[in-house]
């Protein structure tokens, strides 16, 4: 199932999506509003609820509605750096890598945080915050959205703890990312995190193995890299994160970036206004965002 979050005027709205059909179907009052988190943790009665009432519910075309990110974060998105083998040594070469620079492999998983007000909009525009950044760049990743929350999580029981997944653009302004060596600044700013277009249950996906990442710059592909390069694989991550931090449903994880990002180049090739961006993931659909 695709859920969705959009809009036709002022109000916010929840939606089961057809991308096949090109459809979504209004669900808002079988949620009983628009926030899917609100219904992560119980979840079972609610898609049991959703299937009944579904067929029932009006269609409208899915291309004549405006789409919002898929959820509205509980708290700021976990997210791991350097957990593909090629992105380690890219960015290690980079030298934006501080203040230890290394392109060894991690032995741990590295987690850091994006704000909340990061989160934008599967199509919207991208802030380029002139001014604050000239060092603009895109990670393309595959989001992982906890359903029934926990702490001391094993690896073993991780995956009953995986709602869905959903695609994210952990934009980064790399200049603030070195200078400042805490992550957090370069990977927060406004609207540096698109999200969407939707967010699919696990049932839909089946084995993430099986998906692939692709990042595309006005039309050229920059990165594409099946999930099972995954370092540090969904389970380990969840079990990592909490072992001592309560993970709380809606909580999204943004598993980390493939090779080929803009500082990877040599020279890097920062994102300038204008340009767009587009990740995909198998099954999960397609961003694109154009910087604004
Ligand atoms: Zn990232």
Redesign the pocket.
């Known amino acids: 199932m695709k859920l969705a979050v959009f809009s036709t005027g002022a109000d916010l709205r929840a939606g089961v999506a057809d991308p096949d059909q090109g459809i979504i179907r209004d669900v808002t009052s079988v949620l009983g509003g628009p926030d899917l988190t609100a219904v992560l943790s119980d979840w079972d009665t609610t898609r049991a609820a959703l299937e009944d009432a579904l067929a029932s519910l009006p269609a409208v075309p899915l291309d004549s509605v405006r789409l919002h990110a898929p959820l509205r974060p509980v708290r700021n998105i976990f997210?791991?750096?350097k957990n593909y083998r090629d992105h380690v040594r890219e960015f290690g070469r980079s030298g934006y890598d501080t203040p230890s620079r290394s392109e060894e492999i991690p032995d741990k998983p590295i987690i850091f945080s994006k704000a909340t007000t990061s989160v934008t909009g599967p199509y919207d525009d991208v802030d380029p915050h002139h001014g604050v950044t000239s060092e603009l760049d895109y990670?393309g990743?595959l989001g992982v959205i906890i359903g029934r929350g926990g702490r001391g999580i094993t690896a073993a029981g991780a995956w009953q703890h995986v709602w869905g997944y959903s695609v994210i653009n952990?934009v980064?302004a790399r200049d603030l990312q070195r200078d400042h060596k805490q992550w957090l600044l370069g990977k927060s700013l406004d609207t540096h995190c698109p999200m969407g277009p939707y967010a699919v249950t696990a049932d839909e996906i089946g084995d993430v193995d099986t998906l692939e990442v692709e990042t595309l710059v006005n039309g050229e592909q920059r990165q594409h890299a099946p999930v099972k390069d995954l370092i540090f694989d969904i389970p380990t991550l969840i079990a990592t994160i909490s072992a001592g931090i309560t993970l709380l449903p809606g909580d999204i994880i943004?598993t980390?970036?493939p090779a080929g990002v803009g500082i990877g180049f040599d020279p890097p090739k920062f994102l300038v206004s204008g340009d767009v961006v587009e990740v995909s993931i198998t099954g999960l659909g397609k961003l694109r965002n154009r910087i604004g």
Do not use: S
């Open positions: 997210a791991v750096g990670e990743e952990d980064t943004a980390g970036t």
